[in-house]
């Protein structure tokens, strides 16, 4: 018994179609008046398509050292950190799905009221401090290591493998550290994908710590930090006008075009990201 | 039991923990890491009790009683803009995005064009991924004095002055709001989308052969079977209704609107860090913690009696 389509379907249809638009079309913007010649746009109007066309702003971007040295550390913090957390947490995750793990009940407890528990900004800043990590690349990696809530993630993907795998392995004396890398790792892949992939987005995206903890260090700063500071910072940067010698370009497009390199990466891992939350992989599991 | 057994037990469960010593290796980085990480800086909180300089040991600070809370909580002027702006704005986003996004997934199901449905549903998602850097960026091209939206108002004729939505106390409100709901709508959005997907073929079914319209069976099968997902996420989502990302509100406080912008986290932050005041920060920090901690327990209470759904 299908229903023909109405009045109703085109209206609803439009209606999506405005919500996308307003999900899409500002980053769109950004991408225009970016690539829009600045000789043409006199003044910022809303744009549907770059004016002219100009590569101006993309080629000062990336001859200016301070943004390119922001981008790597802002590459190596999303490669290293997920790698680590990964490592770390994965462990973890594999050694609490034992259920017969003398005292694994405590250390279930210890894990999981952390989640519950923030000692709050000032006291984290203390021992960041206490522990020597300010003015460290390392600042951004090793509070995260042990996630817990990914741990809980990992754990229950585990936690449904067949358990015949193992035993058999144990059987022919294979220790934990083997069945785990060897074994259950391999099997773990969509779970694990996801959880990384997500790690990723989390350490390209975080720009607080360096303002709390790097604030000093002008060479640890990642990318994001240097664009939050083209925009708390109305005024054209030094730099960025030097190396504009012959190039016609202002601060407002160099910002627009930082803007979308930063985006850029996020968009790369786009399909995966919304393929992971789509199947509720990241966010059906948080009661588990 | 005797004595016996116990030892025995005891000996039983020693050469258990041996055997599995490469588990607890495996442990060891993940629980030293929360240990150091999330619980060792609660030793912190002796600053809201003593006078705390930057440099020296926290546990060489003065005693200093209840002072500093007594400070937070006499001090209302000082203090109560921040408690009014953190549970409107927080309290707002919670219901209008869960119910937005609870709207939007009940008119997506709809959509009969299946690959439009899927592409409007991966947009959703696109804000909720980008720093709120990135946001402000955009949001700044936008809507900033010489953005956009006011260069293309203003020649239109439809206002003399920009709209100066990012610097003015009267807008703050809503600008958070709104960012909020448009920011987390894909995020919410799923959570009900599985909902839906979860509801029997037979419901629509005996409602279409009770004559159902595309209405009736919007109100009456797909709407009621959402409810309980709204009522568990409300629920769930108010325990955290004194917290705020200091990460967005860093960046949209600023001298101008500070007044209606300022959230706790924020307020922590420019008294402790930016004022040097760690002790009434940390004070404050403190009672945000235990008022939350109360929050989250008693809503896992009523969620627990009320729809039989809880955290923990």
Known sequence: MKRKIGAFDLINGLVMLLITITMIYPFWYVLCYSLSDMGLTGGSKLLLWPRGFSLDSYTVAFSNATIMHGFMISVA??????????????????????????????????????MYVSAGLLPGYILIRTLGLTGTFWVYILPGVANV?????????????????EESAMIDGATYATVFFRIVLPLCVPVIAAVTLYACVGQWNSYIDAQLYNYRNPELYPVQYILYNYI???????????????????????????????????????PFLQKYFASGLLVGAIKA | MTHGVQTAGKRVALQKMVRQRQLYLMLLPAVVSVAIFTYAPLFGWWMAVSDYKLGKSIFQAPWAGFKYFEEF????????????????????????????????????????WSKFRRFVQSASFFPYFMSWVIIYAVIYALFSNDGAVNASLQSLGLIDKPL?????????????????????????????????????????????????TRFHEMRYVTLPNLIPTLIVLLILGSGSIFNSYLDQFFIFTNTLNISTMEVFDYYIYRFGLKQGNFSYATAVGVVKTIVSLILLVGVNWISRKATEQSLF
């Open chain 1, 232 to 270: 708390a910072v109305k005024a054209p940067t030094k730099e960025a006008s030097a190396a504009a010698h012959g190039l016609i370009t202002t601060a407002h497009s160099l910002r627009m075009s930082v803007t979308i390199i930063t985006t850029i990466p996020i968009l790369l891992v786009y």
């Open chain 2, 164 to 212: 100066n939505i990012l610097g003015n106390p009267n807008t703050s409100w809503g600008l958070i709001i709104t960012v909020d709901v448009w920011n987390i709508l894909g995020y919410n959005s799923v959570m009900f989308i599985a909902a839906i997907a979860g509801i029997p073929e037979e419901q629509y079914e005996a409602a279409r052969i009770d004559g159902a």
């Open chain 1, 149 to 165: 809530f990914n741990i809980v993630l990992i754990r229950a993907y585990v936690e449904t493998l067949p358990a015949g795998l």
């Open chain 1, 77 to 114: 913090r999303s490669v290293l950190g997920p790698l680590l957390m990964l490592f770390i947490s994965s462990m973890a995750a594999y050694a609490i799905s034992k259920n017969d793990l003398v005292g694994v009940k405590w250390i279930r407890r210890f894990l999981f009221f952390s």
């Open chain 2, 73 to 112: 909580f006499t001090d209302t002027a000082g203090a109560g803009h921040v408690i009014v702006n953190t549970l409107v704005m927080n309290v707002a986003a919670l219901v209008l995005g869960l119910v937005c996004a609870l709207a939007f997934a009940i008119f997506l199901k709809e959509v009969r």
